[in-house]
């Protein structure tokens, strides 16, 4: 059962943006100095979420954005008939909240699918520093980028077929986690495979029979949620998406 609480404040006067592992991931290389101490001094305190609980609500107000520390979440929508469907998954360096800008109110909830760190950025003060800095006001109109490219990805997966999209699933998963530092062969699925299923439009039993044809063909073994990819070229092969 999914928990609304148990969400745990920190200090962050020793977590330095500067000395962080996911500084190359969430912030602009070319940063000068100064912005990087001038980011420093908006980012308030770090949000500790237990596996389970929320860190946004749909409906809930904006007004800051998250910066994933260390952790995995995922977001989705409820359906007026009460179905949950996933829209993403997100991991270490990744962006929460940003779908509230728009209307001052989040649209989706944001679940913890680990025990969870996060940095808040108020969103006042992240419009202030963008209207002196130039280079973070690029970072912010990459994030926004970021995110239009990732959903316009999800749409096109929602037009191959089964095997296509869970190989598409694995290859851009691997390839943000080679991203981040952790290998590209070796991985723990932080989601469930009915959760794989929510968010590419397949069932159950599908994912579990794609799971077979690609562990029976040689391309990966899987054991619980421990995945290891034997033969990335055959999955690009697959995909027809490059590496």
């Known amino acids: 059962?999914?928990?609304?609480?148990?969400?745990?404040?920190?200090?962050?006067?020793?977590?330095?943006?500067?000395?962080?592992?996911?500084?190359?991931?969430?912030?602009?290389?070319?940063m000068t100095e100064k912005d990087i101490n001038d980011f420093e001094s908006i980012v308030l305190l770090r949000k500790a979420i237990k596996k389970g609980n929320y860190l946004i609500s749909a409906g809930m107000g904006f007004n800051a954005i998250f910066i994933i520390r260390t952790g995995f979440f995922k977001t989705s929508i409820i359906s007026p008939s009460g179905q949950e469907h996933l829209l993403g998954f997100r991991m270490t360096g990744d962006t929460l909240g940003m779908d509230g800008?728009?209307?001052?109110?989040?649209?989706?909830?944001?679940?913890?699918l680990e025990d969870s760190n996060v940095c808040v950025i108020p969103f006042t003060e992240i419009e202030k520093m963008a209207s002196v800095s130039p280079v973070f006001l690029n970072h912010i109109f990459q994030l926004l980028s970021r995110e239009l490219v990732r959903e316009n990805f999800n749409l096109l997966m929602l037009q191959m077929s089964a095997e296509e999209?869970?190989?598409?699933?694995?290859?851009n998963l691997t390839k943000n986690l080679q991203i981040r530092g952790f290998s590209s062969s070796e991985v723990l699925l932080r989601m469930t495979r009915q959760e794989i299923g929510q968010f590419l439009g397949l069932k159950l039993e599908t994912i579990s029979r794609m799971f077979a044809k690609l562990s029976k063909s040689g391309v990966v073994s899987i054991n619980r949620r421990h995945l290891h990819i034997l033969n990335s070229a055959a999955l690009q092969k697959i995909t027809g998406i490059p590496n």
Do not use: E, G
């Open 1 to 30: 059962m999914l928990m609304k609480t148990q969400v745990r404040d920190q200090n962050m006067s020793n977590i330095a943006c500067s000395k962080c592992h996911t500084r190359k991931i969430c912030l602009p290389m070319d």
């Open 165 to 171: 999209r869970l190989a598409s699933f694995l290859q």
């Open 101 to 112: 800008i728009p209307t001052r109110q989040h649209l989706s909830d944001t679940v913890a």
